[in-house]
């Protein structure tokens, strides 16, 4: 019975699907229709919840990843880096070359007793 809606969106301008689903969603939670698209909602989001650090200079070192990294600074090198998950303040975290060397070289005492 119910069907999609096309909303446009009051950011970015451009028509999106208000779907059959996210009615329900949205109607279940009490919250109103969306006045924006999908991406412009995450986007607001994400500017929300991750708009801490006011440190200038950090630079993003690779453009592929999406943004989702964590900016921290890599125990082995000392360089600003980004790692995609939390870490934990008892972990040393590594950029991703210090990270894949440690994990190359793996160190003394392994499992493998293989000459
Ligand atoms: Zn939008
Ligand atoms: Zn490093």
Known sequence: MAGDIQ????????????????????????FSTPKRCKSCRMAKKGEQQGGGGGGGGYRS????????????ICSGCG?????PFEPRGDRPVFCRDCYVARKGSSGGGGGRGRY
């Open 7 to 30: 909303l446009q969106c009051s950011d970015c301008g451009q028509e999106f699907s208000f779907t059959a689903a996210d009615q329900a969603f949205f109607s279940e939670r009490g």
């Open 61 to 72: 070192q690779s453009p592929s990843s999406h943004g989702s990294g964590t900016p921290v």
């Open 79 to 83: 360089q600003p880096t980004t790692v």
